[in-house]
């Protein structure tokens, strides 16, 4: 990557938005992942017990989408964009100890949705540690990354085996 | 915290927005961290080299600051508050690995603001992350979680060293 | 309709955002109507006496057409589109008991604009009541239901007389 | 009612956001009602059947709790206020031809929260017309009024039995 | 106002929102000046002539009293808070050259709404900008500045004559 | 420019937001330029001293490039549109007595960015104004005008000199 630099600074240092208007309108997809790392106590209370479980996971992934929707509100260089889809999937981990993120998004048009998809699994996360700092102050949100991102100019990307 | 429960969820298992009508005003601090982990030469092009230094962290903890008064609008249950100050720092880690950010909030009122910093520090980080993806595309955000909470009736919070 | 389904939940039930890029753009168009059910001395506020009646009907026909575009903000699994026109009418009902709203929506892309015309209609009519509430705090909204709906692969709707 | 005037204009006609910075701060409620008129066979794939019936009504839960939050955001001269707390409860009705929405805000301020309880009625009402909308286009909200209101110097309301 | 420095800024020289937590709640008031500079023709179309002139000075006082709402989402270290009224005032100016716009705003709290007022002038001359636009490309918007402000330790502010 | 008439409203005068969904997607783009004007010494803060020059100017940048983003949520007849690219440069002006400020905006759509480069400057003015206010209340925001539009069917405008 001889010659890269940070495409969000000009010649001079400033912030811009990066001119897209030349580049033509492809499909395209990410898919980001995240993790809340919690107490197995705090995990059951979400999974099971005389608790329905529904709405726990139900707001997570609600928000994490309208969070999609809001991307570019929340990240100043983000250019606006018609997302075609969005998807949040949350799933207890292997180890049980916590819950796994999923966020997947589409879009047709000139520029990637991986922070799209970064930012619903980001705030899924926060959602999660929300309804759950009642009983647990020592959470943690991590392991927000992206996995697979397709179409556009730069080709397929798939992340590698965790280091 | 035996008997401890879901606080967003009523007797039901459905999501509600807590009342908090009989808490008094209270003076209220949360302190959150994040980091992103990202390549030693990808640090470098932040840090230092030709390219001022000076937008890409200065657009980051400005996405901090408005996301945190954004907090009410992305996590469903979360209630709106009159936020007293916002202050976001980033700075290398030290090993050389990334940037570390530092949110702290402080409100006057009726609920705590770790939502409020935990956001801060999120779009801090999804800010960077935006900004420097052109040059890598693997770096991770991870380590939110909140450091330190004051104010209310749960008293202060302050978090052991990282398991 | 043998088959349908909720075409917003995947298949075990989640919301989604359901996908819409495969579906190419072409031009869309919806119309929704809402009522204000009102005393006949609260519409003759609004209608006539020595207040200028500009104002109140002005107001209302505008957050009608501003929260169209904040549609997908506001629904949750709405997608974002670019809206090609919005109209707005306010008239009294023929029975002098409230005021007829009508909404007009045109977009082109790959999604309806139901939502955003149900929308307007919604929203104009709680700036109806919020204007008037001073004065009457019986003031009912009904009737909010589309009339009209063109374009995309479903075809043209019209909604059969009121039953 | 003698005298009584839209308090949301001037002596010229012209709308204003109504002065409340004389008025103290106190405990008000407002509960708010709304309804989704359907065919019972769109009623009973919402709440029954292989379909898990959590996201359809959580998802109108959550959107008309956020919804609340904006209201200020969405109805011209409604000021700003900080909720204390909004509960948005749904069930089929009586009839089994639909679905009633019922919710309930809180807060202490200088003024009352009935448009914030009405447009969380109406926002839930609208994601349920959403989420059922490719097996029913018939659907009509309606019946969005206040039921009850209390705190503040104009003192209770509840409404009269349905003329 | 010897040893005056940026507010906003910290020592290291980065944007804060600083912090009002030790400030008392007083009640506060600022007053903020606009104009639109148009052609008489211009001016004319909307003043008088077959069209009515109600929705070009409605819509542009209504959008400046919501944007005054939205003043700390649009300005990074803006605090947030509860404005008590806002009222926007638009009239001719004694030339015949264009629009003067006054917007006042108050509430009760510990930051002045200085900024509230110029944004809602600012975002009323905008409006009546896009208004006009069709007819007219040369129009310019000016003489932003604060009028009045009252309330908080740094007293009451008057602007002098124009230089 | 006979028979020019305001294109936001009907023929019974009331606020539309104008069909667009007949007129071919072009790329268009405009430019827009603001001024603050302030003594001296505030300039010098800015500029140059002892405290860093980055944030104000950043943070002004970041503000008006956003801003640019939340046009159609802004003034209300504004179509919303995907936004190409946004660029914002700050200089001192050639007499020493403010800040010129250009906001460039770029599309690909059926309508003009006009309002969304003014926006995008007239943000990033009292974006200064707020970082400044401190050390001087007499600064004024004026000569918000287009320079330069290119695009769509009006053709090409470039501003004479100003009178």
């Known amino acids: ?3 890269a630099r940070l495409s969000h600074l000009d010649a001079a240092g400033h912030a811009v938005m990066v001119d897209v208007s030349a580049k033509p309108d492809t499909r395209r997809e990410a898919v980001a ?6 107490r197995p106590a705090t995990l059951a209370m979400i999974l099971s017990g005389d608790m329905p479980k529904g709405d726990v996971l139900a707001t997570a992934r609600i928000a994490g989408i309208m ?6 509100d929340l990240i100043p260089l983000c ?4 997302i075609s889809s969005v ?3 949350l799933a207890p981990d292997a180890a049980g100890a916590g819950i796994e993120i999923t966020a997947r998004v589409r879009t047709t048009g000139p520029t990637g949705v991986e922070m799209e998809a970064l930012t619903a699994a980001s705030v899924a996360a926060l959602t999660l540690y929300d309804m759950c700092k009642a009983v647990e102050r020592d959470m ?3 392991q927000i990354h992206v996995i697979h991102k397709s179409g556009g100019a730069s ?3 798939d992340r590698a085996a965790t280091p």
Chains 1, 2, 3, 4, 5, 6 share one sequence.
């Open 155 to 157: 080709g397929t990307y």
């Open 87 to 89: 998807k949040v999937d």
């Open 140 to 142: 943690e949100i991590g």
């Open 79 to 82: 250019h606006p964009l018609a």
């Open 1 to 3: 990557m001889t010659g």
């Open 67 to 72: 969070a999609a929707k809001k991307t570019s």
């Open 33 to 38: 992942h995240g993790h809340v790392r919690m």
